[in-house]
């Protein structure tokens, strides 16, 4: 693959007098899974939709593949009571897709079946998986996902992150994701990016989980994280002793 | 045939609800219910504009209902809600409207022609300009169908389609204004509205797509627009209204058959 799918150079962007994301510097490769996580306000969403044009930046480019096919999935959906809207129809909006690949989307997203199910019918669950499926429509090249699993139980999660490695080992496509879910949100990420209106840190989960910047954001949480994400402890014999360090370093 | 002013009038309302329909749809899907409301206000003033510089009532309204929709638009966000901003912008332009009108003492105009309409006074000409006007929108509406649609459901995910959601927004809001002016000498101002919603949340009750929806409330219009011209010469009412009257009835029909249905 030649050159990132996205890439940001030096975005910043002001909602109002706010100060959303300032000097943000970001690719996301192919067959890659980036995760942006963060506290509630560090910019999380507001990065998404800037990358796909919804918010204009005052500042630095936004440079895309050319061609590049995006499927994003909202953090949350509104449609009017008053709108009539099939499964089907929405995920033929804007364009019109075969009866087969309408099917295949809906299976890989995990609700076949659902085409003719109107969409104010769908469990919040549902509803999610329906905007999966339209984001995979087009087989995109990059897939971004606003809190995706919002509305999904805790096996629900697990599951939805296994598809969306699955969806990513299927299509080739670079993911990029954004969640509060560390946990198993760590498991899933090639590349874990902490926001808090500026990148703080990024890198492989477990390099970021030991960034002093990102245990400042996490504070005690991590522990359990990397507990939960070393599968074998052992390799890891200054775990402990690093942690206090990191704690004692941002502390001042 | 076209001598008979009862089919005059027949055609003036098909007319208009060829582009009310799908128009209609958006306002009640976007929620902009008052918004069209405001605009049809300030077609009052665009009557006074246009008998005091001697210009076409059409051009004059479709002037006044673009100017109003964009001062919203420019206002929106700036520290009023909407519906509040709304509130004062329609009721200053009738209001402005009718002291404008006033000042006109040497033209004798019929106010409540434009309150209220007038289909049963439509000339040939008028038949030409509302459906010029009523199938300009209507082929505005098709060509940027999927495009409106999906900004309806979602901006952001018209944004990552590759649409810009502003321009279909802009499209809709000019749309109602010409609207808005071709259906003024048929329904009047202040049954414009209701010409938009009442068929178009009707055809809510058994659609199962937009696009359904937006047939249905054309049909349902015109049913109501036979109805309503039937009931007005058997009944002696006035036209305009009897044609709302008709729509209400059906809506009201409709949702109780809906709710007996098991």
């Not at chain 1, 510097?25 to 192919?30: D, F, G, M, S, T």
């Not at chain 2, 208009?16 to 206000?41: E, K, N, S, Y």
Request: include cysteine; glycine fraction near 8%.
């Amino acid at each position: 693959m030649s050159g990132p799918l996205i890439e940001a150079k030096d975005i910043s962007v002001k909602i109002g007098d706010r100060r959303i994301l300032d000097h943000i510097e970001l690719a996301i490769n192919a067959k890659e899974i980036v995760t942006v996580v963060g506290p509630n306000g560090s910019g999380k969403s507001t990065l998404l939709r800037t990358l796909i044009g919804a918010i204009k930046p005052d500042r630095g480019k936004i440079r895309r593949k050319p061609e590049l096919k995006i499927g994003y999935v909202p953090q949350k959906l509104h449609i009017d009571p008053t709108l009539p809207m099939t499964v089907r129809r929405f995920l033929n909006l804007p364009r019109k897709h075969d009866q087969s690949t309408i099917d295949l989307a809906l299976q890989r997203a995990g609700i076949p079946g659902r085409a003719g199910d109107a969409m104010s019918a769908l469990s919040g669950g549902q509803f999610q998986r329906a905007l999966m499926a339209r984001a995979l429509l087009d087989t995109p090249d990059l897939l971004m996902l606003d809190e995706a699993a919002q509305g999904l139980d805790q096996t629900g999660v697990a599951d939805f992150y296994k598809q969306i490695e699955d969806i990513r080992n299927q299509l080739g496509c670079g993911v990029l994701m954004v969640s509060h879910d560390l946990h198993v949100v760590m498991r899933a990420a090639d590349r874990v990016i902490c926001l808090n209106q500026h990148i703080c840190c990024q890198g492989h989960p477990e390099v970021v989980t030991t960034d002093p910047a990102y245990r400042a954001l996490f504070g005690t949480d991590t522990d359990e994280v990397l507990a939960l994400f070393r599968h074998d402890p052992h390799q890891h014999p200054h775990h402990e002793t690093e942690s206090e360090t990191d704690e004692k370093e941002t502390s001042t | 045939m076209l001598d008979d002013f009862m089919v005059r009038a027949a055609l003036a309302g098909i007319g208009v609800m060829i582009a009310a329909a799908p128009l209609g749809c958006f306002v009640v899907w976007r929620r902009m219910a008052f918004f069209g409301a405001a605009t049809a206000h300030a077609a009052v003033l665009g009557v006074a504009i246009s008998l005091a510089m001697s210009i076409s009532v059409f051009v004059g309204v479709l002037v006044v209902c673009l100017a109003m929709a964009i001062i919203v638009t420019l206002l929106a966000g700036r520290g009023y809600a909407m519906d509040t901003l709304l509130g004062v912008l329609a009721h200053a332009a009738l209001a402005i409207g009718l002291v404008a009108v006033s000042f006109l003492t040497h033209i004798r105009i019929d106010l409540m022609a434009y309150l209220f309409g007038d289909i049963l006074a439509v000339g040939r000409t008028d038949i030409g300009v509302i459906w010029a006007g009523s199938l300009l929108v209507l082929s505005m509406m098709i060509w940027r169908w999927q495009a409106t649609l999906l900004a309806t459901v979602s901006e952001d995910l018209a944004h990552a389609a590759g649409y810009r959601p502003f321009r279909d927004e802009l499209l809709l809001t000019i749309s109602l204004a010409i609207v808005i002016a071709v259906a003024i000498k048929v329904v009047g101002v202040l049954l414009i509205t209701a010409m938009l919603i009442i068929p178009a949340a009707t055809a809510r009750a058994f659609s199962s797509t937009p696009e359904r929806m937006a047939v249905s409330a054309g049909l349902i219009g015109s049913i109501a627009v036979f109805a309503g011209l039937a009931g007005s010469w058997h009944l002696d009412t006035p036209a305009g209204a009897s044609i709302v009257t008709a729509a209400t009835v059906l809506f009201a029909l409709v949702n109780i058959a809906a709710r007996l249905k098991p």
